[in-house]
């Protein structure tokens, strides 16, 4: 039932181009040149009226979130907050029958989303979930949503849930932005066109992984490490590290690249590596300067550039070259290697990947 593969992680992470395929499919059309989600259609008042948008998601899928409100603000103009479930449930947030909750749950079952979602019901908010469980508990309490439809995840650490999550945020910033005309058309097919090829390009970042297995024997000595990463990179940072955490037990960090200044920096010497998420966009010539700072500590450096970057080969310890896409796609991408460093770390320290110490799939008790 793994499908060849030694582990379900590494299943699920080869699985992603596929499952990415299946979650764009009836919604991206063939041309690749609009979406479509029928929640969208459906319930067009509620999204379009809403003054502000709240995500409440936990672990991987409130990374999604993070990623979700980089488009949705930036696609729609409308105002979202990102909460960790466990904090809005009891804090007594305000909430308004002006607000769309958006509730982002693999497994549909996490009992701190589903309380908040709960919670925002009683207040008025329309709720609209994103989980890939069909019939779970929170698609049952939401009014509408999307399957992310990447099939059953087995693995505990979350691989193609997060890819399949952002892909959905992705359409549903790009259908919002196409009902308020707050995007031009020329932007809004050029991104619909980027990610109708994403699966491509995730199979050209899949080629890497013999090579990421054989860097990962490298880094099996470290007790710490630190992922840096700006803009739509920062929650991929995080993801990366959360990843490495949970799988191989080593305590890694995930930090948004000019926030190192500000005390990370002091636990850079020559045993700490630093992931560092340096593709080719605007924040490019900022981060090459983090780059800069690290090596001038010591620290070993594995960057994720984009292909053909000569600049960052010269100084970094190690590069991961990733296909060229736009900004607010590459989270798609370089996600991926940094689960396949996860999974490699942890294999080589013998851990069991699948299903790693103290942690359940979904968490069903606060
Ligand atoms: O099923 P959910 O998406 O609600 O789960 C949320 C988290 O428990 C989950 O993402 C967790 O952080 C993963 N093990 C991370 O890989």
Aim: charged share 20%.
């Amino acid at each position: 039932e793994k499908g060849g593969y030694p582990h379900f992680m590494l299943k699920e992470i080869f699985e992603q181009p596929e499952c990415i395929t299946n979650c764009m499919r009836g919604r991206v059309n063939v041309n690749g040149d609009n979406v479509v989600l029928s929640a969208v259609i459906d319930y067009k008042q509620y999204l379009l009226n809403a003054k502000r948008f709240i995500i409440v998601a936990c672990g991987t899928s409130w990374h999604a979130a993070l990623i979700g409100k980089q488009m949705i603000e930036g696609f729609c103009r409308i105002p979202v907050e990102v909460e960790y479930a466990s904090e809005f449930r009891y804090r007594n947030p305000v909430i308004t029958k002006d607000d769309v909750v958006i509730a982002i749950s693999q497994s549909g079952e996490t009992a701190d989303t589903l309380a908040a979602v709960k919670l925002a019901r009683q207040h008025g908010a329309f709720i609209y979930g994103i989980c890939n469980a069909i019939g779970s508990s929170i698609p049952r309490v939401t009014d509408t949503g999307s399957y992310i439809h990447v099939g059953p995840e087995i693995g505990v650490a979350s691989t193609k849930a997060f890819t399949g999550q952002v892909t959905v945020l992705t359409m549903l910033a790009l259908a919002l932005a196409k009902e308020k005309e707050t995007m031009s058309y020329e932007c809004y097919r050029k991104i619909v066109k980027e990610l109708h090829e994403i699966p491509g390009k995730m199979r050209e970042v899949l080629k890497l992984n013999s090579w990421i297995a054989d860097l990962s024997r490298t880094f099996t000595y470290a007790r710490n490490f630190l992922y840096l990463g700006r803009g739509y990179s920062y929650p991929v940072a995080l993801e990366g590290a959360l990843k490495l955490k949970e799988i191989s037990y080593i305590h890694a960090e995930g930090y948004p690249a000019a926030e190192m200044k500000h005390g990370p920096i002091a636990l850079i010497d020559s045993d700490m590596p630093v992931v560092v998420i340096a593709t080719h966009n605007g924040m490019y010539e900022k981060v090459l300067s983090n780059i800069q700072e690290v090596k001038a500590r010591k620290g070993k450096v594995i960057a994720l550039v984009t292909k053909g970057d000569d600049t960052i080969s010269r100084i970094a310890d190690e590069v991961i070259e990733l296909p060229d896409t736009i900004e607010c796609l590459e989270p798609l991408l370089a996600t991926i290697p940094l689960q396949m460093l996860a999974y490699h770390i942890a294999v080589c320290k013998g851990k069991n990947v699948d299903q790693p110490r103290n942690l359940a799939k979904s968490v069903t008790v606060e």
